[in-house]
């Protein structure tokens, strides 16, 4: 088992003092708990064990639960779930003190290839942050990124643990149209486009990897929680995955590592 | 053949059903009928099991041509509606043989349609639904919007269902102006007094820059507490009313994504949905505040309708 070093911490905020959760109606068919105002790491593990808690009430008439940044969404169906039910069963969830120094986590290796016309954004982004491209390349797959929560649209992945260093505006003009697959840089997000879509990412690279499939079950290759790492790939290595993937050869490299927190 | 073949494919035609609502944690979107309320009704009045999918037709409909022997209802808004050059009514089911051939003209009352055909579709779910997701490419037929020259594939040996029909006073009604119910959204301390004053009071409009994701409405600014508009994303439901910066709300509608980064002022009510759902550019608006039990009450009152045309239909087999 690997043991990872603190490295991932050091681009997010480290926060401990939580609120009480608060729970608020989000529409006639979903609660919101409301868990804190921040983002991160130490935040989101506190909203998966309030989410992985409510999945332990086996309440009938939960039909839905989403972590997102800060909170966690649950729905229900009010004809057969009396709303006042619920919010004791809410009510009722205790979180334990986190005091938890380790965590095991699935890391899902990305390969990207970040070279040639999949990668047309790369050398202004190296440019604007004055370094190289060998550099941005080493920077970009240095360390995971927690995918915090999906949404926006089917697949996509809000990551935190992106370098400063990479830090670049949108685009001022918006492509028409992004490759899924594409892997972007927008401010101090980087993430990957799951379907073809319209976007002002910078782009500096391309996955051959279905991060969305809907024919697949489940769909995705990650859930909120989970992390990713960057793996830079030659353009021959990634002609390569790219048919292993139309031949059903591929398996994506999911590994389970120990996380630890200092 | 038991197929459909679609002569004209109308305005915006597309195969909808009740969505996607289990795979919102992977950030699909839950998608699926506008007017889930009309959706289920044409449903029942084919036999079909409420959930089952049907055309959804906006504004002008399309001339489509049966093979096979089938029940079909329309139900909705109000339309013109002709088999074989005979006119025929919404909210009300009919049969249909080979050769039959059904034009659904322009939408007069309310936006949408809903056509039901006894039996659904022969396609394949994907992700567990028929409906049409077009930003995605997937769902009901290819994925995409009806067009000329398709033919889309119908169950085959359906059995004959007696023909039904929604009471007088069941027949839901659309007019141009319209008082949706809401209950208060979380983010509602975020605006100033002057902001939610206008929210409860003003007239607000549906502009053209609407679509099956959002409504963008015009109205007087609701006005945020300084630097509040925008929000950490969170979830946003059917019905959520996002208000970006400049103070003009959105409506969250079937396509809509899973989280936004708007407050969140207020959630149209789900028995008001298929109200939203029907209304045209330019139509307008009040807003009126509800209590969640009777949210709750009035979406028992809506289901209850449903479960009464079912017994209906049941009782006359």
């Known amino acids: 088992m690997q043991v990872w070093r603190t490295k991932i911490l050091l681009f997010h905020p480290l926060i401990n003092d939580f609120m009480k959760p608060i729970i608020q109606v989000n529409g006639d068919q979903s609660f919101i708990i409301k868990l804190g105002d921040v983002i991160s790491p130490q935040l989101h593990r506190r909203v998966k064990q309030y989410a992985q808690q409510v999945h332990k009430l086996d309440l009938e008439g939960i039909t839905q639960v989403i972590c997102t940044y800060t909170d966690v969404c649950v729905y229900y169906n009010p004809l057969s779930l009396a709303y006042a039910k619920l919010i004791d069963a809410l009510k009722s969830i205790d979180l334990e003190e986190d005091d938890l120094k380790s965590e095991r986590v699935n890391v899902l290796s990305i390969p990207v290839c970040y070279q040639g016309a999949i990668a047309p954004d790369i050398e202004y982004v190296a440019n604007y942050n004055q370094m190289s491209t060998a550099e941005l390349v080493h920077l970009h797959c240095e360390a995971p990124y927690l995918i915090y929560m999906l949404g926006f649209s089917p697949g996509f992945v809000y990551l935190g643990g992106l370098n400063p260093r990479l830090e670049t505006p949108r685009k001022e003009v918006p492509r028409q149209a992004i490759n899924a697959g594409a892997v972007g840089i927008a401010g101090n997000q980087t993430g990957i486009y799951p379907i073809v879509s319209p976007g002002g990412w910078q782009i500096i690279g391309q996955t051959p990897l279905q991060m969305f499939a809907p024919d697949r079950e489940p769909p995705v290759l990650v859930q909120s929680g989970d992390y990713i790492q960057f793996e830079a790939i030659s353009e021959q290595e990634y002609k390569l995955i790219e048919q292993e993937i139309e031949e059903g050869n591929y398996n994506p490299v999911i590994q389970t590592k120990e996380l630890t927190y200092e | ?317």
């Open chain 2, 1 to 317: 053949m038991s197929s459909i073949d679609v002569i004209q494919a109308g305005l915006f035609t597309s195969i909808q059903d009740l969505g996607r609502p289990n795979y919102q944690h992977i950030g699909m979107p839950v998608g699926g009928a506008m007017d889930t309320f009309a959706l289920q009704m044409a449903n029942i009045l084919v036999g079909n099991e409420a959930s089952e999918a049907c055309l959804e037709i906006t504004m002008r409909g399309p001339v489509l041509k049966f093979n096979g022997s089938y029940t079909l209802a329309a139900a909705g808004g109000a339309c013109e509606l002709k088999l074989n050059e005979t006119d025929i009514s919404c909210h009300q089911s009919y049969k249909v043989v080979s050769g039959d051939v059904l034009k659904i003209g322009l939408v007069t009352e309310g936006l949408r349609i809903y056509l039901a055909i006894s039996g659904g579709f022969n396609l394949p779910k994907v992700m567990g639904s028929h409906s049409t997701y077009l930003r995605g490419g997937l769902g009901g037929f290819n994925g995409r919007a009806l067009k000329p020259d398709d033919s889309i594939p119908l169950k085959s040996n359906v059995p004959p269902v007696s023909l039904r029909k929604v009471r007088e006073q069941n027949i839901p009604h659309y007019p141009k102006h319209v008082k949706l119910r809401f209950v208060a959204g979380p983010d509602r301390e975020r605006f100033t007094k002057d902001g939610i004053y206008n929210f409860l009071n003003e007239i607000y409009t549906l502009s053209p820059q609407s679509d099956r994701m959002g409504y963008r409405l015009t109205g007087p600014v609701i006005s945020h507490k300084n630097q509040q508009a925008d929000i950490i994303s969170s979830a946003i439901a059917f019905g959520t009313i996002q208000v970006p910066g400049e103070g003009q709300p959105i409506i969250m509608m079937a396509d809509r994504q899973t989280v936004g980064g708007y407050a969140r002022i207020a959630h149209v009510i789900s028995a008001d949905l298929h109200k939203l759902a029907q209304m045209k550019p330019g139509d307008t608006m009040r807003f009126v505040e509800v209590k969640l039990e009777e949210a709750h009450r009035l979406l028992k009152e809506q289901r209850n309708l449903l479960n009464d045309l079912y017994e209906l239909s049941a009782s006359d087999k």
